[in-house]
């Protein structure tokens, strides 16, 4: 069966660094464009950032733009989202997303998306 496990989350200082990682299971997870997206309550969920099947091709939304990378290891299945210099406003729950059709385009919209994991809580406060 499929599964996405985000991991990684917790409680950080305005200015630190996380790194999200989202291990997938239960289908071929290197044909797959891989996505992280993140919710606060109250809000829709919302685009950060996406990767290709290959890796070669990178996206992020515009507020995360030079803060964050995302990168991933088809040899372990598994995705990451490194986060740099972190704001009160990326507190969000993060979630990680499969796209079944693995191309290198920009695609933003969640409803594209065929697998999700559970979340993982990122907390930005002192």
């Known amino acids: 069966q499929v599964q996405l496990v985000e991991s990684g989350g917790g409680l950080v200082q305005p200015g630190g660094s996380l790194r999200l990682s989202c291990a997938a299971s239960?289908?071929?997870?290197?044909?797959?464009?891989m996505g992280w997206f993140r919710q606060t309550p109250g809000k829709a969920r919302e685009f950060v950032a996406r990767i290709s099947w290959s890796g070669r091709f990178t996206y992020f939304a515009d507020s995360v733009k030079g803060r964050f990378t995302i990168s991933r290891d088809n040899a372990k299945n598994t995705v990451y989202l490194q986060m740099n210099s972190l704001k009160p406003e990326d507190t969000a729950v993060y979630y990680c997303a499969a796209d079944s059709s693995g191309s290198r385009s920009y695609i933003p919209n969640e409803i594209e998306y065929d697998y999700w994991g559970q979340g993982t809580q990122v907390t930005v406060s002192s």
């Open positions: 239960g289908f071929t997870f290197s044909t797959y464009a």
